[in-house]
Protein backbone atom coordinates (compact mmCIF):
# COMPACT_ATOMS: atom_id res chain seq x y z
CA UNK A 1 0.00 0.00 0.00
CA UNK A 2 1.00 3.72 0.04
CA UNK A 3 3.55 3.78 2.18
CA UNK A 4 5.88 7.05 4.04
CA UNK A 5 9.41 5.72 4.66
CA UNK A 6 11.48 7.77 7.39
CA UNK A 7 15.31 7.67 7.90
CA UNK A 8 17.61 6.87 9.66
CA UNK A 9 15.30 5.30 12.76
CA UNK A 10 17.61 7.06 15.13
CA UNK A 11 20.42 9.80 15.33
CA UNK A 12 22.95 10.39 18.05
CA UNK A 13 24.82 13.72 17.83
CA UNK A 14 27.27 15.66 19.96
CA UNK A 15 25.35 19.37 20.85
CA UNK A 16 26.84 21.62 18.28
CA UNK A 17 26.56 19.27 15.20
CA UNK A 18 24.28 19.49 12.86
CA UNK A 19 20.81 16.40 12.00
CA UNK A 20 19.32 15.31 9.06
CA UNK A 21 16.31 13.33 8.30
CA UNK A 22 15.10 12.41 5.21
CA UNK A 23 10.76 11.18 4.05
CA UNK A 24 10.31 9.45 1.16
CA UNK A 25 6.55 8.99 -0.32
CA UNK A 26 5.61 5.93 -2.73
CA UNK A 27 3.46 7.97 -4.25
CA UNK A 28 3.10 12.20 -4.97
CA UNK A 29 1.87 13.92 -1.83
CA UNK A 30 -0.26 17.06 -1.87
CA UNK A 31 1.77 18.10 0.93
CA UNK A 32 4.08 17.18 3.44
CA UNK A 33 4.15 18.01 7.39
CA UNK A 34 6.80 17.99 9.97
CA UNK A 35 5.63 16.86 13.95
CA UNK A 36 8.06 16.86 17.09
CA UNK A 37 7.30 14.76 19.73
CA UNK A 38 9.17 14.98 22.82
CA UNK A 39 9.62 11.74 25.38
CA UNK A 40 6.60 10.69 26.66
CA UNK A 41 4.28 13.57 24.91
CA UNK A 42 2.39 13.60 22.26
CA UNK A 43 3.20 15.09 18.44
CA UNK A 44 3.24 18.46 17.67
CA UNK A 45 2.84 19.95 14.56
CA UNK A 46 5.89 22.21 13.42
CA UNK A 47 5.51 22.98 9.27
CA UNK A 48 3.67 22.00 6.32
CA UNK A 49 5.02 22.26 2.81
CA UNK A 50 2.85 22.86 -0.44
CA UNK A 51 4.91 23.53 -3.12
CA UNK A 52 7.06 21.64 -5.54
CA UNK A 53 10.70 22.12 -4.43
CA UNK A 54 9.69 24.42 -1.66
CA UNK A 55 12.20 25.38 1.30
CA UNK A 56 10.80 26.69 4.77
CA UNK A 57 12.96 27.98 7.70
CA UNK A 58 12.30 27.86 11.14
CA UNK A 59 15.50 29.57 13.34
CA UNK A 60 17.91 26.35 13.07
CA UNK A 61 15.25 24.10 11.18
CA UNK A 62 15.34 23.79 7.39
CA UNK A 63 12.57 21.99 5.55
CA UNK A 64 12.38 21.38 2.12
CA UNK A 65 10.09 18.98 -0.30
CA UNK A 66 11.35 17.81 -3.29
CA UNK A 67 10.37 18.82 -6.88
CA UNK A 68 8.28 15.32 -7.22
CA UNK A 69 6.72 16.20 -4.02
CA UNK A 70 7.66 12.26 -3.10
CA UNK A 71 10.69 13.25 -0.86
CA UNK A 72 11.42 15.73 2.39
CA UNK A 73 13.73 16.80 4.73
CA UNK A 74 14.40 18.06 8.20
CA UNK A 75 17.55 19.81 8.65
CA UNK A 76 18.55 21.13 11.98
CA UNK A 77 22.06 23.34 12.36
CA UNK A 78 23.84 23.44 15.55
CA UNK A 79 21.36 21.05 17.54
CA UNK A 80 20.60 21.72 20.79
CA UNK A 81 19.75 19.46 23.99
CA UNK A 82 16.09 20.88 23.42
CA UNK A 83 15.96 19.35 19.79
CA UNK A 84 15.78 15.93 21.50
CA UNK A 85 12.52 13.94 20.77
CA UNK A 86 11.38 11.96 17.44
CA UNK A 87 10.60 13.99 14.20
CA UNK A 88 7.83 12.46 11.62
CA UNK A 89 6.78 13.53 8.22
CA UNK A 90 3.14 13.02 7.05
CA UNK A 91 1.31 12.92 4.42
CA UNK A 92 -2.04 13.18 3.14
CA UNK A 93 -2.58 9.60 1.07
CA UNK A 94 -5.74 9.14 -1.43
CA UNK A 95 -8.02 10.96 -3.91
CA UNK A 96 -9.92 13.71 -3.31
CA UNK A 97 -11.36 15.02 0.24
CA UNK A 98 -11.04 11.12 1.64
CA UNK A 99 -7.26 11.02 2.09
CA UNK A 100 -5.84 9.77 5.06
CA UNK A 101 -3.48 11.09 7.14
CA UNK A 102 -0.19 8.91 6.65
CA UNK A 103 2.77 9.29 9.05
CA UNK A 104 6.19 8.11 8.91
CA UNK A 105 8.27 5.84 11.31
CA UNK A 106 10.17 8.85 12.54
CA UNK A 107 13.59 9.91 13.57
CA UNK A 108 14.30 9.75 17.25
CA UNK A 109 17.07 12.60 18.08
CA UNK A 110 19.71 11.84 20.75
CA UNK A 111 21.87 14.91 21.70
CA UNK A 112 24.75 14.19 24.06
CA UNK A 113 25.77 17.91 25.97
CA UNK B 1 -9.77 26.71 25.85
CA UNK B 2 -10.24 24.77 22.21
CA UNK B 3 -8.00 21.70 22.34
CA UNK B 4 -8.50 17.87 21.65
CA UNK B 5 -8.91 15.90 24.96
CA UNK B 6 -8.38 11.97 25.58
CA UNK B 7 -9.63 10.23 28.05
CA UNK B 8 -8.29 8.54 30.55
CA UNK B 9 -4.55 9.25 30.63
CA UNK B 10 -4.16 5.19 31.45
CA UNK B 11 -6.05 2.63 31.37
CA UNK B 12 -5.91 -0.86 32.23
CA UNK B 13 -7.80 -4.04 30.63
CA UNK B 14 -8.26 -7.70 31.47
CA UNK B 15 -7.98 -10.06 28.53
CA UNK B 16 -11.19 -10.35 26.90
CA UNK B 17 -12.82 -7.19 27.73
CA UNK B 18 -13.38 -4.66 25.08
CA UNK B 19 -12.71 -0.84 26.60
CA UNK B 20 -13.64 2.18 24.88
CA UNK B 21 -11.13 5.16 24.80
CA UNK B 22 -12.88 9.22 24.89
CA UNK B 23 -11.63 11.70 22.41
CA UNK B 24 -13.38 14.96 22.33
CA UNK B 25 -12.38 17.98 20.34
CA UNK B 26 -13.70 21.57 20.76
CA UNK B 27 -12.02 23.19 17.57
CA UNK B 28 -14.79 22.65 14.97
CA UNK B 29 -12.91 20.14 12.92
CA UNK B 30 -14.17 17.90 10.19
CA UNK B 31 -11.16 15.14 10.60
CA UNK B 32 -10.33 12.97 13.12
CA UNK B 33 -7.91 10.10 13.53
CA UNK B 34 -7.38 7.09 15.99
CA UNK B 35 -3.42 5.77 15.75
CA UNK B 36 -1.38 3.75 17.55
CA UNK B 37 2.17 3.55 18.89
CA UNK B 38 4.29 0.89 20.16
CA UNK B 39 7.40 1.73 22.13
CA UNK B 40 9.73 3.17 19.60
CA UNK B 41 7.46 2.93 16.66
CA UNK B 42 6.17 5.21 14.90
CA UNK B 43 2.26 6.44 14.21
CA UNK B 44 -0.11 3.37 12.99
CA UNK B 45 -3.37 4.82 11.67
CA UNK B 46 -6.14 3.10 13.07
CA UNK B 47 -9.61 4.79 11.58
CA UNK B 48 -10.44 8.06 10.63
CA UNK B 49 -12.91 10.00 9.53
CA UNK B 50 -13.73 12.92 7.33
CA UNK B 51 -17.24 14.10 8.50
CA UNK B 52 -20.20 13.15 10.95
CA UNK B 53 -21.63 9.41 10.78
CA UNK B 54 -18.82 8.36 8.37
CA UNK B 55 -15.54 6.76 8.62
CA UNK B 56 -12.93 4.26 7.16
CA UNK B 57 -10.60 1.85 7.95
CA UNK B 58 -6.75 2.57 8.71
CA UNK B 59 -3.83 0.23 8.36
CA UNK B 60 -4.76 -1.48 11.20
CA UNK B 61 -8.29 -1.69 11.90
CA UNK B 62 -8.80 -5.22 12.67
CA UNK B 63 -9.65 -5.55 16.67
CA UNK B 64 -10.71 -1.89 16.82
CA UNK B 65 -14.13 -0.16 16.34
CA UNK B 66 -15.24 3.64 16.24
CA UNK B 67 -18.26 6.20 16.09
CA UNK B 68 -18.54 9.22 14.68
CA UNK B 69 -22.05 10.19 16.22
CA UNK B 70 -21.15 13.99 16.76
CA UNK B 71 -18.47 16.30 15.16
CA UNK B 72 -17.07 16.87 18.16
CA UNK B 73 -16.47 12.67 19.33
CA UNK B 74 -14.68 9.93 18.08
CA UNK B 75 -14.59 7.35 20.63
CA UNK B 76 -12.17 4.21 19.92
CA UNK B 77 -13.14 0.56 21.08
CA UNK B 78 -10.65 -1.92 21.49
CA UNK B 79 -12.15 -5.22 21.58
CA UNK B 80 -11.50 -8.40 22.58
CA UNK B 81 -10.49 -9.44 18.95
CA UNK B 82 -7.30 -7.82 18.96
CA UNK B 83 -4.63 -9.32 20.19
CA UNK B 84 -1.98 -7.31 21.28
CA UNK B 85 -3.89 -3.90 22.49
CA UNK B 86 -0.95 -2.83 24.68
CA UNK B 87 0.23 0.67 23.63
CA UNK B 88 -0.15 4.07 23.68
CA UNK B 89 -3.09 5.50 21.58
CA UNK B 90 -3.17 9.45 20.14
CA UNK B 91 -6.32 11.03 18.43
CA UNK B 92 -6.07 13.91 16.66
CA UNK B 93 -8.33 16.32 14.39
CA UNK B 94 -7.32 18.60 11.59
CA UNK B 95 -9.10 20.67 9.33
CA UNK B 96 -8.88 18.39 6.36
CA UNK B 97 -5.16 18.66 4.60
CA UNK B 98 -3.95 20.75 7.48
CA UNK B 99 -2.23 20.54 10.44
CA UNK B 100 -3.26 18.21 12.85
CA UNK B 101 -3.54 18.26 16.50
CA UNK B 102 -3.15 15.64 18.99
CA UNK B 103 -4.45 14.92 22.40
CA UNK B 104 -2.33 13.74 25.54
CA UNK B 105 -2.75 10.00 24.33
CA UNK B 106 -4.04 7.06 26.38
CA UNK B 107 -2.13 4.47 27.43
CA UNK B 108 -3.32 1.71 28.06
CA UNK B 109 -1.91 -1.84 29.30
CA UNK B 110 -3.55 -5.67 29.21
CA UNK B 111 -3.38 -6.93 32.65
Known amino acids: GQQVMQIPQYQHVQEGEDFTTYCNSSTTLSNIQWYKQRPGGHPVFLIQLVKSGEVKKQKRLTFQFGEAKKNSSLHITATQTTDVGTYFC?????????????FGQGTTLQVKP | DGGITQSPKYLFRKEGQNVTLSCEQN?????MYWYRQDPGQGLRLIYYSQIVNDFQKGDIAEGYSVSREKKESFPLTVTSAQKNPTAFYLCASSIWNTEAFFGQGTRLTVV
Open chain 2, 27 to 31: LNHDA
Open chain 1, 90 to 102: AGLVGPGNTGKLI
